[in-house]
């Protein structure tokens, strides 16, 4: 082989290289920033996916922001400050619903329609803007890793705020879920935590990434320079980020439900999550809904599984 030959192979290999750590680059500003520029692109849902009715999520929001919430914020371990947004019932309870959100959303969007089916059972609703997300203060989406400190911490909010003999569901949806099930089996977890909703969480961070990687029919070692750019950036390896793992230590009931169709974290997903709960569990599958859609695809068998787990664990 000539040099000519060479000089052309050894340039288009640096070429190759170069365009491949650029692309590692901007995914990763694009994922874990809160700058994205393609933030609706990557957001919860895959191309295929159905879009939502919008006139009936235009209805159920307005329901949402139309109610009178008492506005607070906490302090976090990494001086952030963080929003949450109390709606009480007309008649006075000791349960506390903790709502976590999904990827790029908010509390008031990512439960407006859940929140209204536990503000009419007669519970608190807490609802959390998530670091970076909403009208809480950070720069960065952790998936989890962060976001479930806070989650303990807005725990023990709840029970030194409210009282210490307060009733405490966590109820996370997506990313939110994940990042509840990453809290469940800590020590530090209050005892007020009466029992959990794990609605479509994914197994890892890897997991997921790996996933949809493949369905944007992209290498899955991008993976891999995605976490190696990721840890210089923020700090934390999302490869050690795995709900399942967490999992395998809860303490409490877990309520699972996962979209039969769910195309964006993958149905088969939940199976693995339920397998490795080591407390008392239940899996409800909604046929024919897709990611973070089990609610409103079928609230009635979604609502009874809840009052089931109300009735039983309260």
């Known amino acids: 082989m000539n040099s000519t030959v060479r000089k052309a192979l050894a340039g288009s290999a640096a070429a190759c290289a170069g365009l491949y750590s650029g692309m590692s680059m901007f995914l990763t500003h694009e994922i874990f920033d809160r ?20 006139a009936e999520l235009d209805e159920i929001q307005h329901w949402t922001d139309s109610r009178n919430y008492e506005e607070t914020v906490m302090k976090n371990s990494r001086g952030q ?28 969007i990512g439960f ?14 807490f609802i959390v803007d998530q670091q970076a997300e909403g009208e809480s203060e950070g720069d960065i989406l952790s998936f989890g890793y962060y976001e479930s400190q806070d989650m303990l911490e807005w725990v023990r909010f709840l029970v030194n705020e409210y009282g210490g003999d307060i009733k405490i ?33 994914y197994t890892s961070c890897e997991d997921e990434f790996e996933y949809l990687l493949k ?3 992209m290498p899955k070692t991008m993976a891999n320079s995605i976490a ?16 399942v793992n967490a999992l395998r230590k809860a303490k409490m009931p877990i309520l699972f439900i996962h979209g039969g169709d769910d ?10 999550n339920y397998n490795a709960c080591t407390s008392e569990k239940k899996l409800l599958i909604i046929e024919g809904a897709g990611h973070a859609a089990s609610y409103h695809t079928d609230p009635e068998k979604y609502e009874a599984a809840c009052s089931e787990y109300c009735e039983k664990y309260l």
């Open 228 to 243: 190696r750019v990721a840890k210089a950036k923020y700090g934390f390896d999302f490869r050690y980020i795995r709900p």
């Open 263 to 272: 195309s964006f974290v993958p149905t088969f997903m939940v199976n693995d």
């Open 81 to 108: 400050y963080l929003k949450g947004f109390l709606l009480r019932p007309e008649k006075k309870s000791d349960v506390y619903v903790l709502c976590s959100h999904g990827y790029r959303s908010t509390g008031k």
């Open 112 to 125: 407006r329609y859940i929140a209204k089916y536990w503000h009419e059972k007669g519970f608190n609703v």
């Open 35 to 54: 700058n994205a520029v393609l933030a609706d692109t990557l957001c919860n849902r895959m191309p295929s996916d159905p879009l939502p009715n919008q």
């Open 169 to 201: 569901i966590m109820h996370g949806v997506s990313l939110g879920c994940a990042t509840v099930n990453l809290t469940v089996g800590s020590d530090y977890l209050p005892s007020n935590v009466k029992f959990v909703i794990s609605d479509c969480g």
């Open 215 to 217: 369905s944007y029919k």
